[in-house]
């Protein structure tokens, strides 16, 4: 459990497996067209020839071989997909832990998370490149990240965070688990979601016949009932009329006036039915995962229907579907067929049944699955990084963290600090120079939050923070759209802050965190801004870490009394080269860098 996941060791193995089934492949290929060829030869012989019965042997049995070929070929060809996906999944796991950005894929806030005017998710990169949403994935299903989005973008509960945690500290043992719930991510990511949406519809739907539903299944077997029996009274003599033309003419009349709706039923069930047989070794795969948290137990429970597993019934539907495929996959056959046995009917009855039995349990299943997928995210990050903490939700409004880092920035060089922020009426300010690490620390404190309330570790040696609504003002920016200027803009963010401390809900902490506000206007009437927006917020009783270069804030209330001061500072060698340490100290900053910066990259003054 304490070594690391081999994640180049198995991208090596699933890549020479690969390439062992491609071979493999190739060879199964020629094969099935040699034997194709023999067998069409020796029909064509036996045809032109006198057909002997050990001809038309043999051309069976090199059918018959050519019909294997094809099952063992589509086989081999699944397990080269399967290679392919697994290889994938371990050098992601590579690109995440090195952050290697350009080979991750892209995490764009999923669609219907809405990040206008919010609180924190710009200013702390949760989306996009560099962020923590493409570091944390991807999820392998779309309900898992829209999941996992919402978990980063929302505040949770107490009881919410420690059921998380608790499953996630049961799926990081599982490695194989994990890898090949990505794995399956993989194999399902061309899934058209218009299709999976047009099949809840259906699923979810009422009967498309309505109260003519039963009037239709005795219209079809009653059908069915006289032409065969027409039929059979015909081939032995019994009937003086050919009456079976009557009862088929019925029969191809009745699939003419309802090929709309069952045309309709059969496309939005059937719609990616190769997806729905993905999602469906997905939901096997799912199933299979040790009960071990009561969240975990809850979610494999909403897995069934009836008393059957969803990938049982996921199955039986998959079944169904394959029946009706003979429209598409052998569509000379199909009116001829439907015209003496109404095929289409059969299996829209059997899918009415399924849905009866299972419909309005899928968009559950595809829940619970989602809530799997995102866990296992979770579940990983804190496998691949295990002297990371698990936070402690508590009831203090103070924030403890000891050894804290940016967990985006890699191992090697991220530099920790310890900070505690609160108790309420307190605020921590931090002053330094430029690029010294103050802002770095700041979105520090914030994504870190931001993962523990989704239930993730942290990235610190300890960390224990209150329920809490978090609050940033650290990247504000202009709209020409709406006609905003930057200072304008930061005042817009700081009216957002100071209102969500005063309308804070019972029970929770706003924790709030400034970076350099107000470097829009001038120095006099931004201390007397700043220190207006303080008292408002410690009067409400939020917490929160400010960045600042203007020392003279320390100086007068309520930073002069409520604040505790903090500072990183910067070393100049002889030679003119500047080194930070990154390192926070107490105190306010002694020293101004921006001259010195200016020289460094060849502005003289």
Known sequence: MNSPVPYGENAVRHARARQEELHRSELISRARLLTFLAATGVLLWAVAREATPLLIGIAVALFAVFGMLVVWHARVEERVTRHDALQLVNTRALARMARDWDHLPDAEPPHGVDLTNHPYAIDLDIFGRASLFQWLGPAATPGGRTLLASWLTRPSLRSEILERQEAVAALVPLDQWRIVMAAHGVLTAGVRHYEIDAFLGWAEGSHPFGKHANALQVAVYTILITLWGSILLDVAGLSRLSLWPIPLLVGLVLSFVTAKQLQTTLNHAGGGHQALMRYAAMLEHAVRVPRSAPRLNMLVESLSAEGQLAPQSMRRLNRILGFGELRRGAAILHLPFQALTLW??????????????????????????????????????????????????????????????????????????DITVGPQGTVVLITGSNMSGKSTLLRALGLNMVMAHAGACVCAARMSLPESDLQTSLRVQDSLERGLSYFMAALARLKGVVDAAEHEREGRVMVFLLDEILQGTNSVE????????????????????????????????????????????????????????????????????????????GIEL
Request: proline share 6%; with cysteine; aromatic share 6%.
């Open 344 to 417: 289409d009917f059969h299996v829209f009855f059997a899918l009415e049944r399924w849905r009866q039995h299972c419909g309005t349990r899928v968009r559950g299943w595809l829940a619970a699955l989602a809530e799997l997928d995102a866990l296992s995210v979770l579940a990983t990050a804190q496998r691949d990084n295990p002297s990371w903490a698990v936070p402690t939700i508590g009831t203090d409004p103070e924030i403890r963290a000891e050894g804290i880092g940016h967990p985006l920035i890699p191992d090697e060089r991220r530099v920790p600090n």
């Open 526 to 601: 931004r201390s007397i801004a700043v220190r207006a927006v303080t008292r408002h917020l410690l009067e409400a009783g939020a917490i929160g870490a400010m960045t600042t270069h203007d020392l003279s804030l320390a100086e007068e209330e309520p930073l002069k009394s409520a604040a505790s001061f903090l500072h990183f500072s910067e070393t100049l060698d002889p030679d003119g080269t500047m080194r930070f340490d990154y390192r926070l100290k107490p105190g306010l900053a002694t020293s101004r860098n921006a001259l010195r910066l200016m020289k460094l990259i």
